[in-house]
């Protein structure tokens, strides 16, 4: 992700660049297949360009000496190009790393330096060309714009030392350099233009893009945060088993199916024996410990579908749909036993925990689950005056 402090996303004055690398490295990244395009029709158009030139070569020189040497450094720089062009969609981070398209529009200048020697008397078009030239590699070329200003100082350094070798004088001079300044700042303002306005464009995508990000993050905090909550509105804090609110809603659910389809639904109340001892001796936060251990062991016995859940204090209810009286049962004989042989240590002594249980099937005359924890109830307690430890039936009457 990239950094969105307002710093790294400063444009240089006049680089017209991103002052952080890692950031104007990443818009190079961001533009480099179109401007990899673009530059390759530009070097196709310059190449044609230059070959339709030699006409005027032709027409000037004939068949002679200068029009070969003129017709040789054109073609030089044209395949060149057209080497560019091509090897481009290969490569197109050399379009962005401007050295490569740099060095051939340098490449290009002997063509130009040696006009004035070959046709003398074409002076004016040949300034009027570099005007032509130099406007176009800040326009019509992509390139760095630092770069692109050392192709047009070295073109400006070389029509000022041909008009020196031409023996142009000082006023002459002063001329030549105003008229060839009048396409290099045109163009430089141009491109700065263009190169400021690219890389505020991809600021403004990049800041929209981080803006989603962060929308996105807490969208999915937010979610997270729903889930937890909700979780913890339907589940006991100290066991982790459902509460009240969550056990008689899936209960309601049970109770419906059953009467929609008749399938057996067989409920259970769960009561720790002598808990009380457990606190008295050990204290209330070992109780604690003692509850979770029992919660976790009595889950172990159970199907997916059953439901576990903590009544209060140390009592535990137990609903299991699709299941009989009979069923019931035994589940519950297998949670006694489960419960019977886990034990919990405390300072080297270990201690067991049992608990009795009361199993009750729903039957036809019940209308909530309040009846059943009646009936179950009631088995409990004899449970209890029996001696605790087991499992109770609490048939229907
Ligand atoms: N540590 C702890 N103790 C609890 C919690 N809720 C209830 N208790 C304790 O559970 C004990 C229940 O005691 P009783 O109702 O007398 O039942 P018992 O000692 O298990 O005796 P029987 O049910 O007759 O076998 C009390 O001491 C309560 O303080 C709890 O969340 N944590």
Known sequence: MVDTKINNFAISRWRAEFVDPAMERAYHLHV????????????????LLLTVF???????????????????????????????????????????????????????????????????DTGAMGLAIM??????????????????????????????FNSIIAGATLSQLILVTIV???????GYAAAHRINTGNRKAFRALRLAENTNLE??????????????????????????????????????RELERHRRHGTRLAMG?????????????????????????????????????DILGRFGG????LILPEASLQQGIEVAERMRKALRSAAVIKDGKTIHITATFAITEVCDKDEN????????????YEGKRDGRDRVMEAAAA
Not at 41 to 46: E, F, Q
């Open 180 to 186: 060839l300044a009048w396409p290099v700042s045109i």
């Open 54 to 120: 030699a006409w005027a070569d032709w027409l000037q020189l004939g068949n002679s000496p200068g029009f070969y040497i003129l017709s040789g450094l054109r073609m030089a720089h044209v395949c060149l190009l057209l080497c560019l062009a091509f090897v481009l969609p290969l490569k197109p981070h050399w379009a962005t790393w401007g050295w490569p398209v740099t060095i051939v529009a340098i490449a290009g200048y002997p063509l130009f330096f040696a006009y004035p020697y070959i046709m003398p």
């Open 32 to 47: 480099e297949a179109d401007v990899a395009q673009f530059l390759a029709r530009a070097l196709k158009l310059w190449a």
């Open 314 to 317: 140390e009592e535990f209810i």
């Open 215 to 252: 929308l996105e993050e807490e969208m999915t905090r937010r979610k997270t945060l729903e889930v937890e909550l909700q979780r913890q509105a339907l589940t006991d804090p100290l066991t982790g088993l459902s509460n009240r609110r969550q056990y008689e809603l899936l209960f309601r």
């Open 131 to 160: 005007m032509m030239m130099l406007l176009s590699v800040y326009v019509f070329v992509p390139n760095r714009l630092g770069l692109t200003n050392l192709v047009a100082l070295i073109g400006f350094a070389m029509v000022i």
């Open 269 to 305: 109340m769960i009561d720790l024996d002598h808990f009380k001892r457990i606190n008295d001796e050990h204290g209330h936060e070992f109780g604690d410990q003692v509850l979770r251990t029992v919660a976790e062991t009595l889950q172990e016995p159970l199907r997916s579908c």
């Open 369 to 380: 689950i309040s009846d059943l924890i009646r009936r179950a109830d009631e088995a409990l």
